[in-house]
C-alpha cells in the first residue's frame, strides 16, 4: 500500500470514532433496562458489534503492514478505541441475552410448579373419590 492510502484509511478509521462513542452513550441505558427491550434494539446493537469486528480487521491488516513509527502509534491508539467501543457492545449483547435466558428460565420454573400443583390436586381429588 502508498502512504498516502494508508494516511486516507487511518483518516477514514478516525473519523468513524466519535459517531459510534456517541451511539455507544446512547444504546448504553437500554442495555441496563433489559425488561423494555425491543428486538429492534438488540438487532442495532448486533449490528454494532458486527460493524466494529469488521473495522477491527481493517486495523490489525493496517497494523500488519504498517512500518512507520508515527502511522504504528496513530493506529495503536484508534485501535485500542475501537476495543473498547467492542468490549461494550458485546457486555451489552451479553446481558441482554443472560436476561432473555433468565426470562425464560422463569417461565419454565412457573410451568413446572403449575403441573405439579395439578398433579397434587388431582392425586388429593382421587383419594378423596375413592
Known sequence: MIDS????????????????????LIVMPSA?????????QYIRIKNSAQFLAEKRLNLAYLMATVKEPDLEEQLSSINI???????FYESALD???DYDSAKTSLRLERIIIVILALEFYFSVLKFWIL
Not at 492510502?5 to 455507544?24: C, F, N, V
Not at 441496563?32 to 429492534?40: F, H, P, R, W
Open 81 to 87: 478505541r475501537y476495543e473498547a467501543l467492542e468490549n
Open 32 to 40: 441496563y433496562d433489559i425488561k423494555n427491550q425491543a428486538n429492534d
Open 5 to 24: 492510502d494508508i494516511k486516507d484509511l487511518i483518516i477514514s478509521l478516525s473519523a468513524d470514532l466519535p459517531k459510534l462513542e456517541k451511539e455507544a
Open 95 to 97: 446481558r441482554i441475552v
